[in-house]
């Protein structure tokens, strides 16, 4: 397609400007989008147009709207940029919209993948663009390629997510995380993969999986109620049933601990309140916990329970919290 012939003059700052477009305009548009030839022209107008607009002061800063558009989702490109807009306009003046959309279009082709990313003390839950739904727990990264529902359904997931999974059986829908892959048509699981944890999981509450390894020939097939671990450090696999509230306490805002060693119950709550805690950790190698909280419940109340269910004295300041022993 030859931009300069096909493509109306003035069409992208019309489209900017919110006013109605022609559907031979939106289909230009679409073409113009999902194209990745046309990546750096569009990327060098949209920076030049936001450089050239007048300065105006907003109420988002740069890093959240490019936070925004990370975790923004929809059926297809076209939507997702809309469902970006909408966040985004209702506290933008106009000159800001170029930088909106620039952010937009840069992540969505950085290296033909999408994003999605929560930070420590954020959950989020997206719909990706086979109609597949996703929760994803604190500090999680998913990605997918650009073709994602159209030519595969495969994703990459670092950090914790819950799936239920659209049926397409031309198209697998599969989680890469580590080194092993899960394999569905239509179900519901979850996957747990954070870079520093000694394990990796996939629970599966409901339909039918396949988990293969990358590294070797192997796989297994999980039932309901079954959850498949493997140690990263030895690569021992364990197949065993599993407590499907425990599993998915998380998605319905609830930090369970059930005989948790103490390690993992400080990196869960430093995950989940975005907080930095300092403590000796040869002096609670023995110690673990059983409780739950509400995911709304405040840190003071949190430490007030542990700390006497263990054993130890504290002092918060704002996002940082020492932990010391009782003698």
Known sequence: ?????????????????????SNHEITLLDQLFNDGKYYSEISDWLKSNWKDSEQATVALTFEEIKRKIK??????RM??????????????FIPLLFAALYFYFNQSYSHGMLTFATQKGEQTNVILPDGSEVWLNVDTKLSYPVDF?????????????????????????????????TEAVGTHFVVSAYPESPQIRTSLTEGRVKVKLTDREYYKILKPGQQFIIDKKNSQITVKLFDNDYELGWKNDELIFRLTPFDDVITKLEKWYDIDIEYKEALFRSETLTVKFEKYETLENVFKVISKAIGFNYSIEKTQIKIMKKK
């Open 1 to 21: 397609m030859d931009r300069k012939e096909n493509i109306p003059d003035g069409l992208m700052t019309k489209f900017l400007s919110g006013k109605r477009l």
């Open 149 to 181: 529902g159209i030519k595969n359904r495969n994703l990459l997931l670092e950090g914790e997510a819950y799936f239920e999974v659209k049926k397409n059986k031309d198209l697998p829908f599969t989680v890469a995380s580590g080194n092993i892959v």
């Open 71 to 76: 975790i923004s989702s929809g059926k297809n």
């Open 79 to 92: 939507s997702r940029l809309s469902i970006v807009l909408s966040k985004v306009a209702a506290v933008l």
